[in-house]
């Protein structure tokens, strides 16, 4: 494993294939590189997104998203909630998928967050339970 | 309902009961007037916190959270997220709920959002059904 590393999105990553294993998720739809550069410099301080590169290959094998809420219950704590976990699918099963969410919940725990939260359907909750999640209830959905 | 106006959070709202409210939903703790507005300083703007003013009694009796999320996901797309709603228990019954999630959820589609997304329990379902929202996955959380 020591050819992957974990490490934040970078503006370059564009040319790593970010995009790319972005869409084994769901759409994106055509970004140019500009307007990828765009979205990346207007991203808020609390929107952490990280990648893993296979550094042999230069190109990005695994990513996700912190997003660090900062609320007033809890003695104004935090929260973390972990978005757009992906794992390249031509390279599941090495356990990239449990390297990248333990170290986005190991992240939001050393940002002072008091819970770590994440949505995902059915068939995930066992792979989450392994990164030591529970089951809390359920996601609601309004599409526009 | 003309007594009732829906607004953004205030400095000042601390001393309209905002805390007090806020504790019908789970543990605040002590929090003083300086850490509050530390804490509402440093908000990011992606941060939206939304009041429901009795303004015949300047008490705060609803409150609502929305965060907007920038994706690469959908064409660079936002997601809104709504966190942390309360009603004052004493003036439950009157629609208050349903007027601060459909505000909340209203000004994520105008922030143009492709959706907006929040967490419940499974006895909250119906109640958000009706505010337009559909059940779409499972809750996962991991507590430090």
Chains 1, 2 share one sequence.
Not at 122 to 134: A, G, M, P, Q
């Amino acid at each position: 494993m020591t050819n992957f590393k974990i490490r934040p999105l970078e503006i370059t990553d564009y040319d790593k294939g970010y995009l790319n294993l972005l869409s084994q998720l769901t759409t994106v739809g055509e970004i140019h590189k500009d307007k990828f550069e765009e979205n990346f410099n207007k991203l808020p301080e609390c929107h952490k997104l990280f990648v893993i590169e296979d550094v042999t290959r230069n190109t990005i094998v695994s990513i996700g998203t912190l997003i660090i809420e900062t609320k007033f219950i809890h003695n104004c704590g935090k929260v973390g909630h972990i978005e757009d976990i992906v794992v390249d699918r031509n390279i599941r099963g090495k356990g990239l998928g449990k390297m990248i969410v333990n170290y986005l919940s190991k992240l939001s725990n050393d940002y002072g967050c008091y819970k770590c939260v994440l949505n995902c359907t059915n068939d995930l909750i066992e792979f989450y339970k392994k990164c030591n999640f529970n089951y809390n209830g359920c996601e609601m959905s309004l599409y526009y």
